[in-house]
């Protein structure tokens, strides 16, 4: 009986430290990379027993919440130069940052017909509404508005362009029916390797600026080494494999 007690109450110590070690990771989240996150947050937990509070948003807009003093911990930027700005302004750790992902553009419909390899919708006059993300605050609008300065059909379209806020507002705003079709993140259609429904023209990387998405540790980070085990975890070959399958190289 003593021993059994002793055996029970050293179980209750590595529990309690356990616990004690175990932390919840503020997380702000550009919109593309939200799903793929959640998925990560589960493994994640699985293996360092920390969990992840996950705010997902649009990257200018995260910039002005984390410039005015917002609570996060840990920043996943829909591009490098964001995070880089925040190190220079003191509000992020410069040694921390690195390229998590490369995300990549689609112009995507709902309608399995409407989008072909060579998006000669766009020359048309064959929908009402086009759906992007607002330029001014994500990178996948500005990424949107650079491939169509590209093709030349900016000028064209750009009366029948509807902003969303966020990428995942972008996507809702085509996927509802209240655009015919979008420029929209290929992780938010892609599964498996393919496109998961309707039609898309999966925009060449040349036509718009790189996709870089570069996470960092914010200075207002409660838990320095929670926050490092998520970086390392980014960068291991379980989570690569996993962004694979929604198409970021």
Request: proline share 3%; with cysteine.
């Amino acid at each position: 009986m003593i021993r059994y007690l002793l055996n029970l109450s050293v179980c209750c110590v590595f529990l309690m430290a356990a616990n004690a070690q175990a932390a919840e990771i503020k997380v702000a989240v550009a919109s593309n990379f939200a799903n793929v996150l959640k998925e990560i947050a589960v493994e994640f937990q699985k293996d360092t027993s920390h969990q992840l509070a996950i705010t997902p948003g649009a990257t200018g807009k995260f910039y002005a919440q984390i410039s005015n003093g917002a609570p996060f911990d840990v920043f996943l930027s829909a591009d490098d130069e964001t995070p880089r700005k925040l190190a220079q302004e003191g509000k992020a750790i410069a040694a921390s940052q690195f390229t998590y992902a490369i995300g990549r553009l689609a112009l995507w419909s709902p309608n399995p017909e409407m989008v072909d390899k060579n998006a000669d919708i766009l020359k048309t006059d064959k929908f009402k509404f086009i759906a992007i993300a607002n330029a001014k605050v994500a990178p996948y609008g500005q990424a949107a508005v650079q491939t169509m300065q590209k093709l030349g059909v900016l000028t064209k379209i750009e009366p029948r362009v509807v902003q969303g806020e966020s990428i995942s507002q972008t996507y809702q705003f085509v996927s509802t029916g209240n655009a015919q079709l979008g420029f929209v993140a290929l992780s938010q259609i892609f599964e498996n390797g393919k496109i998961k429904t309707g039609s898309a023209w999966i925009v060449p990387e040349e036509m718009h600026e790189q996709l870089k998405q570069d996470a960092v540790v914010l200075q207002s980070c409660k838990h320095m080494s929670a926050c490092q085990a998520l970086m390392d975890y980014l960068k291991s070959e379980k989570v690569k494999k996993m962004m694979t399958s929604y198409g970021y190289k």
